[in-house]
Every structure is written in structure tokens, then in C-alpha cells.
């Protein structure tokens, strides 16, 4: 009996092993984009956004692309930036994008830079990716250095679609790109 029951702990052990290694790098990914969104909407309250950006309805955050965030952005919902009601939804392409005030773009590999370039020119929309090697298409780049989220800055794309970052929070930037090749 004893032997039975020192095998039957034995194996629920290993299976909880099993479990919890296959379960760490999941859990590991929702707290990153966890984090991400959390920081998506402090972000947003740091930013200096023109007065014709703030004179609306709704502050909208869209996701360009596939949802990255597992549904976590909706939690932004509702909550307020300048006093509007944050309203998150999901865009095909630019030309859905019109009235967003923060772009998540999911796979900027996806869109070329002159054309996303162009499209800042007459939209004031804060452009937030993933990943160092996309700093030319994100405002802010989300990037992982020692097992933590950090954020790049990219100052120069900021000021050609005419927004501006408060000093709080390019203190907490890891980089910061003031204009040119990296």
C-alpha cells in the first residue's frame, strides 16, 4: 500500500512539474503584454497632443494587425484620457485608422516607413510597436533588456507627426532616438 501510494505521489509531482513548465513561458507572455498595456495607458497621459486631438468624443486606441495583447487592451475601455472615454478597437490599414489617438501597430514589418511617414503628416496619432529592430515606425518601441519591458523613444518620428512627450517620461526611456539612422 505504501509502495502504491509513494508511486502515485511521485507521478502527480512530475505531472505538476510538466505542468508548471509548460505553463511559465505563457504566464511569463500574458504579464509582459499585461505590463505592455498597463503602460500603454500611462504613456497616453504623458504625451502633449494637439488641442484639435483633444476637442473630441472619444479617445480611441487601435490595434493595426492581429490582436498581440490577447483581449488585454480591452481592458482600457472606458477608462479616460483628457477627460474622453478610451474606446479600443481593431483596424485593417491605415485608412481605418483615421481618428485614433494611439496606433498599436502589430506587425510593422507589414507597412513600409515613407508610407507610414506620409500618413503621420496628417494624423496626429502616437505609434506604439514591439521590438528594437521596428524604432523607425514606433513613437514608442516596446523592448524587453534584462527580462524587463523598457520603452524607446523616437523623438524625431514624435515631432513629424506633431506630438510631444513630457520629460517624465523620457526619463524612464532606456533609449532615445533624436533623428537619423540608428
Known amino acids: 500500500m505504501a509502495k502504491v501510494w509513494h508511486r502515485r505521489c511521485k507521478q502527480l509531482f512530475a505531472a505538476w512539474v510538466i505542468a508548471w513548465l509548460y505553463a511559465s513561458p505563457a504566464v511569463a507572455e ?25 476637442n473630441v468624443s472619444q479617445f480611441e486606441v487601435c490595434q493595426l494587425g492581429k490582436d ?23 483596424v485593417k490599414d491605415l485608412d481605418e485608422a483615421e481618428n485614433c489617438h494611439l496606433l498599436v501597430i502589430s506587425s510593422p514589418e507589414t507597412i513600409k516607413t ?6 503621420l503628416k ?7 510597436v514591439d521590438g528594437d529592430e521596428y524604432w523607425d515606425k514606433g513613437m514608442v518601441t ?3 533588456e534584462k527580462h524587463r519591458v523598457r520603452l524607446h523613444i523616437n523623438l524625431s518620428l514624435a515631432e513629424h507627426s506633431g506630438l510631444s512627450f513630457a520629460a517624465n517620461l523620457l526619463e524612464v526611456a532606456s533609449h532615445i532616438y533624436r533623428g537619423g539612422p540608428k
Request: glycine share 4%; aromatic share 14%; hydrophobic share 45%.
Open 30 to 54: 500574458l504579464k509582459t503584454h499585461q505590463i505592455k498595456a498597463a503602460y500603454l495607458y500611462q504613456i497616453s497621459k504623458f504625451v502633449f497632443w494637439p488641442e484639435s486631438r483633444k
Open 122 to 128: 496628417t494624423h496626429q496619432a502616437l505609434t506604439v
Open 142 to 144: 516596446f523592448v524587453l
Open 68 to 90: 498581440q495583447y490577447g483581449g488585454i487592451l480591452d481592458k482600457m475601455s472606458g477608462r479616460l484620457v483628457f477627460n474622453k472615454p478610451v474606446v479600443v478597437k481593431s
Open 114 to 119: 515613407e508610407a507610414l511617414r506620409k500618413w
